[in-house]
Each structure stands twice: as C-alpha cells, then as structure tokens.
C-alpha cells in the first residue's frame, strides 16, 4: 500500500486545484451572469464589423 | 426627454484608472440578440472601455473615459438603439455585490470538494472493512479525513453556526440549532472514534449534511435575488428621480436620495410628483388616485400640499419639499403602518413551527436511547455513540430542505406568471386565505383614465381634439390621444396654464380643456355626470358648434369581471374598500358583481375594517395600490400590490404583480394552494424517514454508510416532490410581458 503515500496528496492537490480553479471564476465574476454566458458562445464577436 | 439636465455625478461612481462606471436598468433586453447589439453599439462611441450587459438581470454596467464621451452620449446612443435605459442611484445599490450569495457559493463549493474527498476514503474503509483492511490504512484514512472535515466544517457551517447562535441569542429555535448540534456532534464523535481506532467514522455525513443544506440555501437565496433584482431595475426605470432647482437658477435631475427637506423641486407637466411638500408657485390639476384612490382631478395652486405618487396635470409646479411634520396624510399612514407592521409579525412559519416541535423530539429521543442503553447495562461510552448516531441519522437534512424547496419552485412559477415574491413566506400565508379585500382605483382598475364609449373615426372635430391633445401632457389629453390615435399635432397651439390649449382650424377656435374654459354649462356637466359617475371631463369647442364633453374614467382591468368570477367560484368573500366617491365605486362594484363595497375611505377606516374581518377569525388577503392602502397591506394577513403602485405600498405588500390584467392574483392564490399542500407532504415524507430511520439508529444497528444513502434519498425524495408543483404548470398562460416604460411614464 505504499502508493498511498503519492496517490492521496496527488488526489487533494487535483481536488484543491478544481476548488481553486472555482474559487477564483466565481471571484471573477463568471458566474454572475449564467443566463447571458450561454448566449455568448453563439456570439461572432471574432467576425469585422459589417456595419 | 426632459428639458433638464440630469446630474450625472450622483448615478456615477469612479471605476478603473481614471474611467467613469455606470450601471443602467435597460428596458427591452429579451434575448441574446440585443445583448451584442448593444455591446457593439456602445463600443462604436468614442472613449467607452467596456460595455458589458448582464442577460439574467437585464443591466448594463459601463465604463468610459470622462474626457471622452459623457453619460448623455451612452443613453441617448441607447435610446438610439431602442432601448429605454436608467442609471441606478449608487445609494439604493447597496446589495449589488450580493456578499451573501457568493459566501453561500464559496461554503458550496468547499463543501462539496470535501464532500467527494472524503467519501473517496469513506468508501475505500468501508469496502476495506468488509474485506479485511489493515487497522493503520483505516485508522490512517480516517485521520486524513478529519484533517479535510475539520476545517471544512469550520468554513462552510458559518452561516448555520451563526444563525443558529442568533436564534439562540435571542430565545428562540430555529431549524438551524438541531443541524448545528447535529454537525458538530458528529465530527466530535467521529474524532473519538479515530483516536480510539474504531471501525465507524462519520465524517462523510457531517459533510455531506452541509453539501445538501448549502445546496438548498444557495437556490433559496439565489430566487430571493432574482426578484429583488427585478422589483430593483423596475423601480430605476420608473426614473424616480426629483428635478432640483438649484439657488442659482439651474435645474438638475437627481436621485431622490439627494433631494433634502427645504429643497424646491420643479414638476413639470405629465410628470409624477417625486415628494412630499408645498406648491410654491404654478397652478394645475393633480391625479391624486394613487394616494387616495379618489379618480377626479383636483385643482392645486400656491400654498396647497401635494403628495408623492400623484401626477401632475398640465401646469408646472415648483414645489418646497417638506419633512414629516405630524399632520399630514403621508404621517398618519405612517403611523398606522407601524401598528399594523408590528401586529403581524406574530406568524411563526411552518418550518420554525416544525424546527419547534422537531427539536425537543429529536433530542428527546437521543437522551432516552442513552439512558435506555445504560440501564440495558452498557457503557456509558457506547451508549453515547448509539445516541449520537440517533442524531446524526435525523439530523435534518430533508427538513431543511422541505420548506425552501417548495418555495424556490413555487416562487420561479410565480415569477412567469408575473407576481414577485417580497417575503418568502407570503406563499404559506396566501394557502390560508378565505377573504380578498381590492381597492377600486388602480387595483381593479387600470392607473391611467380613459375614454367612455368609443370614438367615431368619423367624427372630425373630435378627430382635431385629439391632434391638439398631443401638444399637452395632461392626463386626459394623453388619455384622448390614446383614443383617437392621433399622429400629427396642429401647428401653433397655445396653451392657456391650468385651464386648456387653443388652436386656430380653418379660421375657426378650436379649444380643449376644462368644462369652464370651454364655456360648458352646469346643466350640462351635471347630466353628464348623472350618466357617468365619478368621471373625469374634458371639453371641446369648435367654433360655433356646441360644446362637448368627454368623460374619462379609469377602466376596469380586462380580465377583472373574468378573475372575480373565478374567485367568487372559488369560494372566497370579496369585498371593495375604496377612497373613491360613492357614485363611482357602487358602478365598479355592480360592474364587477361584488356586492360588499364600502366608499370614501380613510387608511385608518380601512385598517379599522381589516381589523374587524380578522377579529372575526377570517384570513384577510389585502390587494391594493394606494398611500391610503399601505397600512391594510401591512396589516392584512398577505397583500398584493400592482406594480404600478406607489413605493410605500409595494414596500409594505408581500408580493408585487406585473402587467394589466388581474389573473395574477387569481394565479397566485392557486399555486400557493398547491405549494402549501406540497410543504405539508415534504414533511411528512421527512417525518416519515424519521420513523423509520429512528429505530434503527436507537437500536443501535446504524453504519455510516446507512447514514449517507439515507440522508441523500431523503433529501432527492424532498426535491422530487417539490418540483411536481411544475406540473400541468407548462401548458398554462405565459408570463405576461412587463413593461415598465409604460408605466413609467403613466
């Protein structure tokens, strides 16, 4: 059972990360607004201004 | 718009190196589509850093260079693009950063990351005991869980801990003091049993316990939100702002918030009066229905009060704004809406009145387990587990979900239906009602005046009062406008302050106004009135044809007849309560079928009424719009208020609704019956897991893997029946659209 030793703080650390990693996109405020965001994907923002 | 300017340094804050920030409540963001219109369009003016639209709470926030382009240029672009925008006065957004939702958000997410962490070891021991584990892997595994549970419980129960303690502070319990003890038992328990190298630990179940709560009090939260954000951008839209007259002469749109006692405030034509004061200089007439339900303009000139709320007639007013002084009708509603506020904060919630009767029987049990197992002659140390495990295994986790799942689903299906929910628990309340109470003007009917009797197309002189009527923002000029939807004003019209306009047709005079300016006589105006009672008159004269009256009288609200009918049905008592004039509230109530009605009441005779119904033992829902309502919302078991109701009312109102029909009540009534119903099956679903969980646990047989799929059925159990309240819901009438530009400028 030696591979415990590397195998759990591997596990926290990926689990700490994925927590960080929300911790840090709700701080940027990604998820203030989930209603809008699934929209924006749809957006050609990347596309010239024809107008 | 208006002719003032508007100052601009009370909406906007300073942002980011130097640039300016803005947030705009924006009027007709529907879908994705004008999201990227407006961004792109805003970004094409000079000077603008970012633009960013937010799709669930329909705002904008702006940032710009001040040297380059002004907060006029964003809104004018806006109004360009089609969009009605209005910033919002940084003293009212003081929530907007929503502390508490993101504290919710981040317990959730350590919660859950803990959560799966530690059933990860969980379920490695509990397959480990089964098969034969090494004493130190498990010992080992459960001590690596107490170091993720420890602090995980710290952190993410701060918000049970804390409204626990407050209920405790003050005397009280709460469904928040069993889960505390509940949590933190079990983490204590679990640490002895680590230390004493035991089989059983019980961290998953104290994580999982806060993972599921979070989860319920995060949707709880986050519904609340939503229709604050709502009921917020509809008041910013509504422009409640107050034109200053500055000591130099100048006039500046400000936020109420900045307007004091002893400041002069000009109303100008068509415009709501913004506060409470003395009329300094101007005379025109006032639309004071929102005040005191009465719908017959009344003349004011120097020297008279006038209200917030009401609307200002054709004339300009400069008004001193006055503080409370203890006589007006503004401090007397006041002071019976803190007597009526106070007399109903008597309700206990079903889920405290649960958490009541919960506690002492859970704990209760717990004590006798312990007892029972040290007179059977056990230890006292293993009788302790076997009681904890009573805990631990009926600690609340469906309970706590019961009541605000219900609520959430409950409050969304309210939401497309157009009421919004002030108070959570107005849903419970509403289930009990047997007797509605309506005031007359703008409840059952609409705000705004209209025409009796159509219109010939025909008919040219009235055709050219409606052209005229478009030079003025009168009320009932606007009313006649709407009538005979005239495009095209006549050319040089004057307008004669108070009284009328006048306009020259084909050499001939043609005048529209008060009865008195148009040479009406009282013969005539009397039997019109006689026809139509408690109408409002405008006069026409053209040339030498006799004069015309026209009554305007607010209309009853298009489904009103429809709606009272459905309710009668449903067997409730309906009453009128109005401050309107006897004549015109015995025609709304014959036209409505409703045959108690009560005429030119006070807001104290209204409360003395509400009173009388609720000592008689009968559950009063009060739906109203007025200052003169505020009090008997307060006062009233649940109230409704339109959204065009004055500030004070929807204040004091359990819940707002949108648009011009009254389905909504109608609506509201019947999905807080099925809500109610949908509390009480949730708990007894809870209650029913405690029975039979109970003699498990007291006998001692409980695992803590018992205690996790126990504690997670339970709780999807909950959650799948408050989300039946969906059903049959779908095929009903959508949401009716808002529009709160209407009403804003109404």
Not at chain 2, 231 to 252: M, Q, T, Y
Not at chain 2, 380 to 389: E, F, K
Not at chain 2, 631 to 660: E, I, K, R, T, Y
Request: net charge negative; charged share 20%.
């Amino acid at each position: 059972m030696d591979v415990l030793i590397y195998l759990i703080p591997i596990a926290l650390f990926l689990g700490g990360l994925g927590l960080g990693a929300f911790l840090w996109s709700l701080k940027s405020g990604q998820f203030d607004d989930l209603e809008g965001a699934k929209w924006r994907i749809l957006e050609d923002d990347d596309l010239p201004d024809d107008k | 718009m208006t002719v003032h300017q508007r100052d601009w340094q009370a909406f906007v804050t300073p942002g980011k190196d130097g640039a300016l920030h803005m947030d705009l409540a924006v009027d007709g963001i529907t879908c994705a589509a004008c999201m990227g219109e407006i961004e792109r369009g805003l970004k094409r003016l000079p000077g603008i850093r970012n633009a960013r639209v937010n799709l669930t709470s329909q705002r904008l926030a702006v940032d710009w260079a001040e040297d380059q382009t002004g907060a006029d240029e964003i809104v004018a672009e806006l109004a360009r693009l089609g969009y009605t925008a209005h910033p919002f006065d940084p003293a009212s957004q003081k929530e907007r950063q929503d502390k508490t939702g993101k504290e919710l958000l981040r317990c959730l997410a350590v919660a859950g990351f803990a959560g799966m962490n530690i059933m990860l070891l969980s379920v490695s021991v509990w397959s480990g005991n089964a098969t034969g584990i090494a004493p130190e892997t498990r010992d080992f595994f459960h001590w690596l869980s107490a170091l993720i549970a420890l602090p995980t419980v710290a952190y993410a129960g701060r918000p049970f801990f804390r409204s626990a303690f407050n209920a405790l502070a003050s005397g009280r319990l709460n469904m928040d003091v069993p889960i505390m003890i509940g949590v933190v038992l079990a983490v204590a328990l679990s640490v002895i049993q680590t230390m004493q190298h035991q089989h059983h630990a019980y961290f998953e179940s104290a994580v999982m316990l806060l993972f599921f709560l979070l989860v319920g009090r995060y949707l709880d939260h986050n519904m609340r939100g939503r229709t604050r954000s709502f009921a917020e951008n509809i008041a910013a839209l509504k422009a409640e702002v107050a034109a200053r007259i500055n000591p130099d002469g100048s006039v500046r749109e400000v936020p109420l918030s900045k307007v004091a006692a002893g400041d002069l405030v000009l109303v100008s034509g068509g415009e709501r009066v913004p506060v409470d004061g003395v009329v300094e200089t101007g005379t025109s007439e006032i639309d004071q229905s929102l005040v005191t339900g009465e719908s017959v303009l009344v003349p004011v000139r120097a020297g008279q009060r006038v209200y917030a709320g009401t609307l200002n007639g054709a004339g300009a007013l400069q008004v001193r704004v006055e503080a409370a002084s203890g006589a007006t009708l503004l401090d007397e509603v006041n002071r019976l809406l803190e007597a009526a506020s106070q007399a109903k904060s008597k309700y206990v919630r079903i889920a405290d009145r649960a958490a009541r009767l919960y506690a002492p029987l859970v704990h209760g049990a717990a004590g006798l387990t312990f007892l029972g197992w040290l007179i059977g002659g056990l230890e006292w140390q293993p009788a302790l587990v076997i009681a904890i495990s009573v805990l631990i295994i009926t600690c609340p986790c469906a309970l706590g979900l019961a009541v605000p799942a219900v609520q959430v689903v409950a409050s969304g299906q309210l939401f497309r239906r157009g009421v919004l929910l002030n108070s959570g628990d107005a849903i419970e309340r509403m289930a009990d009602i047997d007797t509605i109470l309506f005031d007359k003007t703008g409840t059952l009917t609409l705000a705004e005046p209209e025409l009796c009797g159509p219109v010939d197309p025909g008919d040219r002189t009235i055709a050219l009062a409606g052209r005229l009527a478009l030079s003025s923002r009168h009320p009932l000029s606007m009313a006649l406008v709407r009538a005979t939807g005239s495009l095209t004003p006549l050319p040089e019209v004057t307008e004669v302050s108070g009284a009328g306009l006048e306009a020259e047709v084909d050499g001939e005079v043609l005048r529209l106004g008060s009865p008195h300016f148009c040479g009406a006589t009282l013969q005539q105006i009397e039997q019109i009135l006689n026809e139509v009672p408690g109408a409002s008159l405008l006069a026409i004269r053209f040339g030498g044809e006799p004069v015309r009256l026209l009554p305007f009288r607010q209309s009853l609200r298009p489904d009103a007849r429809a709606v009272v009918d459905h309710l009668k049905a449903q067997g409730y008592a309906l009453e009128i309560l109005s401050g309107d004039t006897q004549p015109a509230v015995a025609d709304c109530a014959a036209a409505l079928g409703i045959p108690d009605w009560q005429a030119a009441m006070k807001p104290a005779q209204k409360i003395a009424r509400l009173e009388e119904l609720q000592r008689a033992g009968r559950k009063v829902l009060m739906v109203g719009d007025g200052l003169n309502d505020a009090p008997a919302l307060a006062g009233a078991h649940v109230s409704l208020s339109p959204v065009s109701a004055v500030h004070l009312s929807q204040a004091a109102a359990d819940a707002v609704f949108l648009g011009n029909k009254l389905q909504p009540v109608a609506d509201a009534l019947r999905l807080s019956k099925k809500a109610r119903a949908a509390i009480e099956q949730n708990l007894w679903i809870s209650g029913l897991y405690n029975i039979i969980a109970v003699p498990i646990a007291v006998a001692g047989f409980v695992t803590p893997l018992m205690a996790a799929v126990a504690m997670s059925a339970s709780s999807l159990a909950v959650t799948a029946n408050a989300l039946r309240l969906r059903w049959g819901e779908a095929g009903r009438e959508a949401r009716p659209v808002p529009d709160p530009a209407i009403e804003a400028k109404a």
